[in-house]
Each structure stands twice: as C-alpha cells, then as structure tokens.
C-alpha cells in the first residue's frame, strides 16, 4: 500500500506503508478477538468506487449492498478461514489485511473472529 492516504485515514493511524504479502509471511500466532473492537473502521472511508479512493465506508455496503455491488461482491467472497492481521496503533487495534473479513463477519452476525495481532516493532520487516 502506498503512503498517499487522505488525512482521515492517516489520522486514524496509517502512517506507514506495508505490504501485504510481507504480512502474511509473518509467523504471528492465531487468537480470537471480539468483533466490537474491530468495527470501528466500518465509519472510516478506507474503500473506493468509481473513479474516487477511500470515498465509500463499509458501513455503506453493509447496508446497502445493492447500491454498492462491486464491493459487497468482493465481500462475501472473502474466506474467512483465513485470520485478520491487526496492529495496535494510536490506542486501537488497525486491519493490516482482511478489512472485507471483518465486513463478511459482521453481516454474518459473527462476534468473535481470528486475528493475527502484529506489533508496531515488526513495521520494518512489513513496509513497502
């Protein structure tokens, strides 16, 4: 991911950038955390349409999944079986990867999911 984020989403804490593929290598064992902690990102534009990027909220999938299809699609096709990779950043815990998850999860009406908590030490060996 690159670091040219619009100011609401660096403010939330995305002031570095990863890749992810350098995330999933990472040997960082599997816990479960309660959705509630997570759902936070649902109000914060990190999805995009059209010509825009970061201009739509999960939450407007989640509710309107008929006016957004490209990305409810992209939703529930995302496997679960697979865990979300968090940091703690700025007093919360950020998605890394697995951000359409945490939607499926939700619309699912799950409350516990995986995750993979990364800590903030381990940035150098994520970034881009």
């Known amino acids: 991911m690159e670091n040219n984020y619009p100011q609401i989403i660096k403010d939330v804490g995305f002031d570095f950038s990863w890749d992810e593929k350098k995330v999933w290598s990472l040997d ?3 816990e479960e955390m309660d ?3 997570l759902t936070w990102h649902f109000d914060i534009p990190f ?4 010509d825009g990027v ?3 909220k999960p939450k407007e999938v989640i509710e309107e999944p008929d006016s957004h299809k490209e990305e409810y699609s992209r939703t529930m096709k995302s496997d679960l ?5 968090i940091m703690e950043n700025k007093g919360h815990w950020l998605i890394l990867d697995g951000l359409h998850q945490l939607m499926k999860a939700a619309m699912l009406d799950m ?3 995986q995750v993979r908590k990364i800590s903030r030490s381990r940035i150098k060996e994520i970034e881009n």
């Open 28 to 30: 960082i064992s599997v």
């Open 81 to 85: 079986k697979y865990p979300i990779d």
């Open 54 to 56: 970061y201009n739509l």
């Open 111 to 113: 409350k516990v999911v």
């Open 47 to 50: 999805l995009w349409e059209g």
């Open 35 to 37: 959705i509630s902690e």
